[in-house]
């Protein structure tokens, strides 16, 4: 199994930065791939960013050039740079990890961005 614990989310205004972060332990030989989803009130969860062992990333369109993911393998770790926040981008982010039998998810945090 797989744990993930998520930290930095918050209330900011519009144009300002977060840094959420996501640290796993438990089966961290079984990581490979980690990601950032979000949930808004009434929507779907979504995926924001993906990046693979090797540092190759995905954005979704809504935050590219303004999201960066980054991870530290050394300490199962991977971040979310979050600049230029608009209140668009209000939402619970996840943390995520797929496994080989399912994903595994954070208990997600919150981001709130004011107008």
């Known amino acids: 199994q797989v744990q993930l614990v998520e930290s930095g989310g918050g209330l900011v205004q519009a144009g300002g930065s977060l840094r959420l972060s996501c640290a796993a332990s438990g089966s961290i030989a079984s990581i490979n791939d980690m990601g950032w989803y979000r949930q808004a009130p009434g929507k779907q969860r979504d995926l924001v960013a993906r990046i693979t062992v090797g540092g190759s990333t995905n954005y979704a369109d809504s935050v590219k050039g303004r999201f960066t993911i980054s991870r530290d393998n050394a300490k199962n770790t991977v971040y979310l740079q979050m600049n230029s926040l608009k209140p668009e981008d209000t939402a619970v982010y996840y943390c995520?990890?797929?496994?080989?039998?399912?994903?595994?998810w954070g208990q997600g945090t919150q981001v709130t961005v004011s107008s």
């Open positions: 995520a990890v797929p496994l080989v039998d399912g994903t595994a």
